[in-house]
Structures are given as C-alpha cells and as structure tokens.
C-alpha cells in the first residue's frame, strides 16, 4: 500500500511466522517493532504494525513527548530521533515567583536533547506541596506585577544557564476569575521569550465551546491564548481516568469534537494534538469513589492480555481497543492505544491540518507508535 505499512488484527491460528510470511517480511522485524516477547505468543485481535518497508510521508509534523527526569536513559535515547521537543517535566515556582527545580538533575537530558537536534524545553507547572496543581498559587502569582516580574526573570536566567530553548506553560484549574490576568501573564511571558529567542508553548483542557462550564475549562480563553503563544497543545486523553469509570482514555469522537472548535478558535497551524502513550485497568464492578484504575503502558495492555488468554476487542464508536479479564477473582476492564487507534488520531491531524502533536507523557518505550508515525509524518525539523 501507498504508505509502506499495513495494520494487521491477529486472528485464530495466527503465529507471527505465518503472518511474516504473508506480508513477505522479516519475522524478527515484526517481533522487534511490536515488541513481541518470547515464545512470541499473540492475542487474538491484536493490531501489529507491519513495516512493508517503503515511505512517503505525507508532510511535516511537530512532535512533543513530556518526560520526567527519572526516565530510563535507554528509553529517551530510543525515542528522541522522533521528537522535535522535549519538555521536561517539570519546573514549580513559589508565591512570590522563585522557581522550583525538579528534585532530580534535568542537564542529561538536555543535553542528549541537544545531541539528537531535538529543543529542550522547560516545562512550568503551579504543583503544591504535594504535588497537585494549585489554583491558589496560580491565582497569588499572576496577581501580582511583581511575583509575574520575578518569574519571567528567573526562567530567563534558568533557561540561559541550562541551555533549554522554549517554555511550555501547564496551569491547570485555573480560576475563571483569574482567566484574563492568566492571559496577560502568558503575554508577557511570550514576549520576554520572544525578545531573547526563545519559544512559547502553552497546554490546554479539551474544550468544545468557548463558554464551556467547569474548573478545567473556564481559565483558559483559547482564542487569545492562541495568538499569543508559539503552539498550543489540546490534552485530547483523560476521558477514562484513574477515579472514573472504565471507558477509553482518548475517544476519537470526543477528540473530534474538542478539535473542530480548536481550530475555531486557534490557528490549525498551531494546535498540537494531545496523545496518550498509556492505558487503565479498572477493577470492577466500579464504584464511583472507590475505585481506582491503575495506568499500564499500551505494550503492557497486549501483554495482560495474552498472558490472561482473552482476545482484544475494538470499540467502533471510540476508536480503541479494550478487554477484560478475570484474576485472583476479580473482573477486570482494560482500555489502551494502540496502532489503529493511533493512526486514527493521525488521520484526525492530517484533516484537519494540525501543526503538530504532543504525547503525555513517553516513559514507556513503544517502538510501534514511532514507526507509524515516521511512516505518516516528516518528524523532524
């Protein structure tokens, strides 16, 4: 097929001998992109990324992957000739506007950024304590002329010393009283960076109308956050969460709706789409309050799966795959990503011509997600 690659669902009686050997290609490449372990088992309705070699990529694409500073060096060396930006996470900041380093050192990764071409990228958040976002930090801040002043100040500093090249702002929950000075703060935030050569990158809640009610939402004026900031990520996922009930964690038809108002309202060109590299598994039955999913990677997901001999199934509507299982007397569901789904997402950003996407967060290794992406995509600078 045109775009060298073919997403093949695994059926009764497939091995990954016989399917190598219909798509004429390497066993051991397909073992190695979808990260097949040994004795190679598959589960049923297992969606396989086949390299059929060639590639034409259809144009260029920005592409971000958050990382924490405790990320297994192996894995950020394997996922950086796919990223145009890194933003490390994550940089606090007080009241009155000094900043918070990460409790680990960020420099390795700024620096093996650097040696793969990649932009490094402080990645500011308002965490208390205890690690949660802060609206009342948030709101103490861009307040006040002179704690906005002593940030911008210490983040130009912070970035010359360290050698990071843009700015990603992450404030979540952000008042609805505070959305405007929220917005001047990341004005002159923009401009200061700006001045000095850096870029401005903003993270925003799914929105699907301008007056949308809720916490995550009524902070954020996409259309003047748009024209002020270099690019924009839309955080597409969260749909199925950790606290509530099971469902998929990035629906394409929720995603849909949350872009066709995106681009109402920000420059296509600008917007990034939001890609989780992470699933949930829920144990039921569900209980609002109670339960609490635990996120696995989307390798994992297959893994649980064969290991629980249960076939994989893939929800037309959202665009995913999901099963259950049952262990120790306990049911359970699991939703994930996978290629199809994936390529979907990719196919959303094509249509609409999307500048860019950015995945939360690239801990885990999965070596299929990139090759898709390579296949579809011109992903570097």
Request: aromatic content about 14%; glycine content about 8%.
């Amino acid at each position: 097929m045109p775009e060298g690659f073919e997403i093949y669902v695994v059926k009764p009686g497939d091995t990954v001998d016989s399917i190598a050997e219909r798509f004429g290609v390497n066993v051991k490449i397909i073992i190695e992109d979808n990260q097949i372990i040994f004795p190679y088992a598959l589960a049923i309705g297992q969606a396989l990324f086949i390299d059929l070699g060639t590639r034409s990529p259809f144009r260029s694409l920005r592409v971000s992957g958050y990382a924490y500073p405790f990320i297994s060096e192996w894995v950020l060396e394997q996922t950086l000739p796919y990223l145009s930006e890194l933003p490390v996470f994550s940089y606090g900041f007080t009241s009155m506007g000094e900043l918070v380093p990460p409790k680990l050192p960020d420099d390795w990764m700024i620096n093996m950024a650097k040696e793969y071409g990649t932009l490094p990228i402080l990645t500011l958040t308002p965490f208390d304590e205890n690690g949660n976002f802060s609206n009342f930090l948030i709101s103490q801040v861009v307040n006040n002329q002179q704690s906005i002043d002593n940030l911008i100040n210490n983040l130009l500093t912070t970035m010359y010393q360290k050698g990071y090249e843009g700015i990603d702002i992450d404030f979540e929950y952000i008042l609805a009283e505070d959305r405007d000075v929220f917005t001047e703060f990341v004005n002159q935030t923009a401009k200061v960076m700006q001045q000095n050569g850096f870029h401005t990158s903003i993270a925003l809640a799914p929105k699907t109308s301008s007056d949308q009610r809720g916490l995550l939402y009524e902070g954020k004026d996409y259309r003047s956050l748009g024209e002020i900031v270099d690019h924009a990520l839309i955080m597409t996922y969260e749909w199925g969460y950790t606290y509530g009930p099971p469902m998929a964690v990035s629906p394409i038809n929720q995603v849909r709706r949350v872009i066709e108002y995106a681009v109402t309202e920000i420059e296509p060109a600008k917007i990034d789409l939001g890609i989780p590299n992470y699933g949930y598994d829920w144990p039921l039955p569900y209980e609002r309050g109670v339960t609490a999913a635990t996120t696995i990677g989307n390798v994992q997901a297959v893994q649980i799966a064969i290991a629980q001999g249960v076939p994989i199934q893939f929800d037309e509507v959202a665009q995913s795959p999901f099963f259950v299982y049952e262990a120790d007397g306990v049911n359970h569901e699991v939703w994930f990503e996978d290629v199809r789904s994936i390529q979907r997402k990719l196919e959303l950003i094509k249509e609409y011509a999307l500048g860019g996407c950015g995945y939360w967060q690239i801990m885990r290794w999965w070596r299929a997600n990139w090759k898709l992406l390579e296949k579809i995509f011109y992903i570097k600078k």
